[in-house]
T-cell receptor
Framework: DAGVIQSPRHEVTEMGQEVTLRCKPISGHNSLFWYRQTMMRGLELLIYFNNNVPIDDSGMPEDRFSAKMPNASFSTLKIQPSEPRDSAVYFC???????????FGPGTRLTVL | GESVGLHLPTLSVQEGDNSIINCAYSNSASDYFIWYKQESGKGPQFIIDIRSNMDKRQGQRVTVLLNKTVKHLSLQIAATQPGDSAVYFCAESFGNEKLTFGTGTRLTIIP
């Protein structure tokens, strides 16, 4: 029974490069969440989707960040251009519609040099 | 603004003892609360949850207590084991919408 799948697990890139993080939610889950975790700011919600539609993107730091969910089984978080301050662990989580309990993926550790 | 905060950032407990991790929340309308455990290098993992119509819920070795009067949530872990060492997060939600997470408490089990 697969949980939330994220790829890559680790990403090292240089400042200015485009970064794309990927997430496959648990099958049957209607809601998907992207978080960023840092020592300084803790766990921050960036954006979440219900039935593939973005509901709240108020946590997206700036226009360099964008997220898409083209179908129920796939979402991407893109950073273009990336900056060193974007270095963090990015988590994807999913839940059943109408249920607050979220299931988290293993995260992608992003390092921007 | 609304926030969820933890009283203590770190907690050290002797192996075998019970531990209590506390959490304060500020949104009196929150109706769902949840505790997650995050081990190093992993994503947060569900431990236990509770709805606002309850004040106590028990799981295996864990108990969550909810005091709505003072807007306080606690997680009790009985007979702690080395595997309990992790960061513990509380989170709240209203109407099954997004979760608002606290800053986390690092629990260290002393052998």
């Amino acid at each position: 029974d697969a949980g939330v799948i994220q790829s890559p697990r680790h990403e090292v890139t240089e400042m200015g490069q485009e970064v794309t993080l990927r997430c496959k939610p648990i099958s049957g889950h209607n809601s998907l969440f992207w978080y960023r975790q840092t020592m300084m700011r803790g766990l921050e919600l960036l954006i979440y989707f219900n039935n593939n539609v973005p509901i709240d993107d108020s946590g997206m730091p700036e226009d360099r960040f964008s997220a898409k969910m083209p179908n129920a089984s796939f979402s991407t978080l893109k950073i273009q251009p990336s900056e060193p301050r974007d270095s963090a662990v990015y988590f994807c989580a999913s839940s059943l519609e109408g249920r607050a309990r979220q299931f988290f993926g293993p995260g992608t550790r992003l390092t921007v040099l | 603004g609304e926030s969820v905060g933890l009283h203590l950032p770190t907690l050290s407990v002797q192996e075998g003892d019970n531990s209590i991790i506390n959490c304060a929340y500020s949104n009196s309308a929150s109706d769902y609360f949840i505790w997650y455990k995050q081990e190093s290098g992993k994503g947060p993992q569900f431990i236990i949850d509770i709805r606002s119509n309850m004040d106590k819920r028990q799981g295996q070795r864990v108990t969550v207590l909810l005091n709505k009067t003072v807007k306080h949530l606690s997680l009790q872990i009985a007979a702690t084991q080395p595997g309990d060492s992790a960061v513990y997060f509380c989170a709240e939600s209203f109407g099954n919408e997004k979760l608002t997470f606290g800053t986390g408490t690092r629990l260290t089990i002393i052998p």
